[in-house]
Every structure is written in structure tokens, then in C-alpha cells.
């Protein structure tokens, strides 16, 4: 099939193609119940129940393409996202709007030094060599760490009653800037071949950098999967669709559903253990003054929430899991 030449009319949802991000992804879209299949070595795959084409690219060009309006929808890192909006002008790019934070692929961009070194501090790399794969947030880092460092020196220098600047020209001006070199993968390896001072890298455990003999001393971003859309999509009605169906799989993911049995004397303590997301469900049972209540709970918080009800006088406790859901 010409898949190109069945686009027309659909709605362009551009997913990962691979790395961390691409199973999580995938596993919600089957929640969604989008339903495709992807042929071998084809980056386009056409769903079956809905006028959607998925388009897998790889999460760093993700925002480009929604930002420009070639694609309507895309899930990628936060991270990309600011990376694009760093490096491109304003002037230039069509803007890419979040719909949603989808709560997987958490991880943090760092400022990472080597553990035997004498760096304590981000500044320190002021003026010195810094590898990174993202370049336009690193840069706009250091440029703000270096314009710190230069509106504190000239505010030393009005202090001790020397002038900020001499013939007009700011002295400072000519400080060396921090050199930063782009590097595709592997960076935690810079600095012992000798590339760099410090890296700027994304960590998620941190284990890969301890392994480097690298720490971090300062934190640049903090990211997680999004859904992004672009300012003017194809169908907006459809993208609301496909981001009513994603909240309600994050939502089933994170709650589960308790059930249990309390004397209604009882039943205004248990509710405050089991509030629900807007309230819980109240059900009077065959036996006097007995009631059963139906709560949506935080799965993390499931098995402090069952202790809490049995130390107040609940009785027959169940825990259910949730396979989808819509709720504000």
C-alpha cells in the first residue's frame, strides 16, 4: 500500500520511533484503543478505527514537526520541547501548545562534573569546555550563569568606586564564553577522554553517571512525556477525542478502586481516609445502619489507606483495578 497517498484526511500523530520513551507510548495508545499496525521498516502506520495516521520519528524532532504544523499531534519529552523552543526564534516557529503531562519518562537534565574533580558548582564551568546533546538549553544556561557573573563583578567594581567600563566598552564583555560542543550520544564519556569539564546530560536513576565516575551539581530541567498539538491541527474535535481517551488511561493507571463495608456511625471518619476525586459512593446495605462506600484511591497509597479503614471499623475491604476511565 502507498501509505503517503492515504494521508489525505487524516490526522498526523507523531510518536516516538524508538528509545525510552516508545513502549510507554505504545502501551497507551492500545489503552486508547487506537488500533494500527506498523509494517516492517515503515515509519507510517495507518489506524484502524479512527481517521488517524501514526508517524514515528524520533522524539528529538517531534516538536519540530507539531511546531511547524506538519504533523497535528505528538508525545515526546519536555525536555525536546525546550530544546526546540531554545535553539529556534520565536519569529520562526509555529508554537507547540501541551495537552497533557502524561506522567512517564521522568528524568532531569543535569549539570555533571567529574566525582574527583574540584567542580562544586555550575559556575565553576564558566568559561570552560561543556559536551551536551542539547545545546540551545545549555547555552541558554550558561548565558544566564555568565550575565549573573557579570552584573555581579560590575556592581563590585560600582562599590569600590571604579567605573563598569572604560571608552564606552564594557570590559567584561570579553570574559570567555563557555565553550559548548554538541555530541550525539555517549556523552557521559567526555569528560575522561578529556573532551569536557563538565557535561550537561538527561539522568534517570543517575546509575549511568556514577558508573562514569560523574556527579551532578546543578539541575537545568525537569521532564516528563507530554502530549503536544499543534496551534492550528486538521481536526481539532478528533484531538480532543485522542486526549479525553489518553487522560482516562493515565487516570486507570494511577487510581484504583476500594470497597468496603462501615457502620454509618463510622461513616464520616472512613470517607475522610477515602474522600474519592469528587466524592464517594454511598450505598445502604440490607443490614441496619451498615453502609457500603465506593472510593477512587491513589494506587500508591492503597496499602496505608486499607490499614487506616480496618483501624476505624471497616470490614470486607476490596481493591479493584481500574481498566480505563473519564473523570475531571
Do not use: H, M, W
Given at each position: 500500500m502507498d501509505l503517503v497517498n492515504h494521508l489525505e484526511g487524516r490526522l498526523l500523530f507523531a510518536v516516538p520511533k524508538k528509545g525510552r520513551l516508545q513502549q510507554a507510548t505504545l502501551?497507551?495508545?492500545?489503552?486508547?484503543?487506537?488500533q494500527f499496525r506498523r509494517e516492517t521498516r515503515l515509519d507510517i502506520a495507518l489506524v484502524k478505527n479512527h481517521p488517524i495516521a501514526l508517524v514515528f520519528l524520533p522524539a528529538a524532532d517531534i516538536p519540530t514537526f507539531v511546531g511547524e504544523g506538519r504533523v497535528d499531534l505528538g508525545i515526546t519529552g519536555r525536555d525536546q520541547v525546550a530544546e526546540y523552543e531554545a535553539v529556534i526564534p520565536a519569529a520562526e516557529r509555529g508554537g507547540v501548545d501541551e495537552v497533557l503531562d502524561l506522567g512517564f519518562g521522568k528524568c532531569e537534565l543535569q549539570v555533571q562534573v567529574p566525582e574527583k574533580g574540584n567542580i562544586t558548582q555550575a559556575k565553576e564551568l564558566v568559561g570552560r569546555n561543556v559536551v551536551t546533546s542539547f545545546v540551545g538549553l545549555t547555552e541558554r544556561y550558561f548565558n544566564m550563569l555568565e550575565e549573573r557573573d557579570r552584573n555581579s563583578e560590575i556592581y563590585r567594581k560600582m562599590l569600590e568606586g571604579k567605573p563598569p567600563s572604560v571608552g564606552g566598552?564594557?570590559?567584561?564583555q570579553n570574559k570567555l564564553r563557555t565553550k559548548v560542543?554538541?555530541?550525539?550520544?555517549?556523552?557521559?564519556a567526555a569528560c575522561a577522554l578529556g573532551v569536557a569539564d563538565g557535561i550537561v546530560d538527561l539522568v534517570e536513576s543517575g546509575e549511568t553517571m556514577k558508573a562514569a565516575g560523574l556527579k551532578a551539581i546543578a539541575t537545568v530541567l525537569s521532564s516528563t512525556a507530554v502530549l503536544i498539538k499543534s496551534k492550528h491541527p486538521s481536526n481539532q474535535k478528533l484531538v480532543n477525542l485522542i486526549a479525553s481517551r489518553i487522560k482516562g488511561v493515565i487516570t486507570a493507571q494511577s487510581?484504583?478502586?476500594?470497597?468496603?463495608?462501615?457502620?454509618?456511625?463510622?461513616?464520616?471518619t472512613a470517607t475522610k481516609i477515602?474522600?474519592?476525586?469528587?466524592?464517594p459512593t454511598i450505598t445502604a446495605l440490607e443490614e441496619a445502619d451498615w453502609v457500603a462506600v465506593s472510593s477512587m484511591v491513589e494506587k500508591k497509597r492503597i496499602a496505608t489507606v486499607m490499614d487506616d479503614l480496618t483501624a476505624v471499623g471497616a470490614t470486607d475491604i476490596l481493591v479493584l483495578g481500574i481498566a480505563n476511565s473519564r473523570t475531571e
Open positions: 502501551d497507551l495508545l492500545s489503552g486508547s484503543d487506537i566598552v564594557d570590559p567584561l560542543k554538541f555530541v550525539g550520544g555517549s556523552v557521559e487510581f484504583i478502586l476500594c470497597q468496603y463495608n462501615i457502620p454509618r456511625s463510622l461513616l464520616q477515602t474522600p474519592g476525586k469528587r466524592a
